[in-house]
Antibody
Framework: EVQLVESGGSLVQPGGSLRLSCAAS????????MSWVRQAPGKGLEWVAN????????YYVDSVKGRFTISRDNAKNSLYLQMNSLRAEDTAIYFC?????WGQGSLVTVSS | DIQMTQSPSTLSASVGDRVTITCRAS??????LAWYQQKPGKAPKVLIH???SLESGVPSRFSGSGSGTEFTLTISSLQPDDFATYYC??????FGQGTKVEIK
């Protein structure tokens, strides 16, 4: 059974940094593109970033370019999202996703 | 960048109704489109991938069609469990704004 478990979400001040992690199991992690998707309170889904199987290609939504970095460690079956220069508008539940399989999300709140 | 536009944003319907949601891409995406259902407090669940392929375990009342820039999700006979928000997504990329299906 595919499992994706996010961690690392918390309350952080504007301008601060946070690193989200996603532990994957139940499938061969190194064979799949992986994504981060977020959902602000009461809003729709927003794709944030994705990364190729070997990490050689990465893509970001314009609003996070230069601030967020997606990465992966295939040896540890883990996906990461390093978030810097956080803004109030980054407040959301962040989901780790592998095509049809999603984690339950990790809440990031950016507030002073 | 490709934009995905869904309509309507809200849809009021009754149990048994046939419901259609439309998704338009700003440029051709072939059949690289998925449809998701999301209920409050839950992660989205994929219904359709590759524009028209029903995901395993999804009831056959759900169907998808289209290619290029125009796509539709149809629920042939709306059931109580179907009241939720639906999203289209270019595979592993941009989402539409969502369509909330409400009880009429």
């Amino acid at each position: 059974e595919v499992q994706l478990v996010e961690s690392g979400g918390s309350l952080v001040q504007p301008g601060g940094s946070l690193r989200l992690s996603c532990a994957a199991s139940g499938f061969t992690f190194s064979r799949y593109w992986m994504s981060w998707v977020r959902q602000a309170p009461g809003k729709g889904l927003e794709w944030v970033a994705n990364i190729k199987e070997d990490g050689s290609e990465k893509y970001y939504v314009d609003s996070v370019k230069g601030r967020f970095t997606i990465s992966r460690d295939n040896a540890k079956n883990s996906l990461y999202l390093q978030m810097n220069s956080l803004r109030a508008e980054d407040t959301a539940i962040y989901f780790c996703a592998k095509s049809k399989d999603w984690g339950q999300g990790s809440l990031v709140t950016v507030s002073s | 960048d490709i934009q995905m536009t869904q309509s309507p944003s809200t849809l009021s319907a009754s149990v048994g109704d046939r419901v259609t949601i439309t998704c338009r891409a700003s440029q051709s995406i072939s059949t690289w489109l998925a449809w998701y259902q999301q209920k409050p407090g839950k992660a989205p669940k994929v219904l359709i991938h590759s524009a028209s392929s029903l995901e395993s375990g999804v009831p056959s009342r759900f169907s998808g069609s289209g290619s290029g820039t125009e796509f539709t999700l149809t629920i042939s006979s709306l059931q109580p469990d179907d009241f939720a928000t639906y999203y289209c997504q270019q595979h592993n990329n941009i989402f539409g704004q969502g369509t909330k299906v409400e009880i009429k």
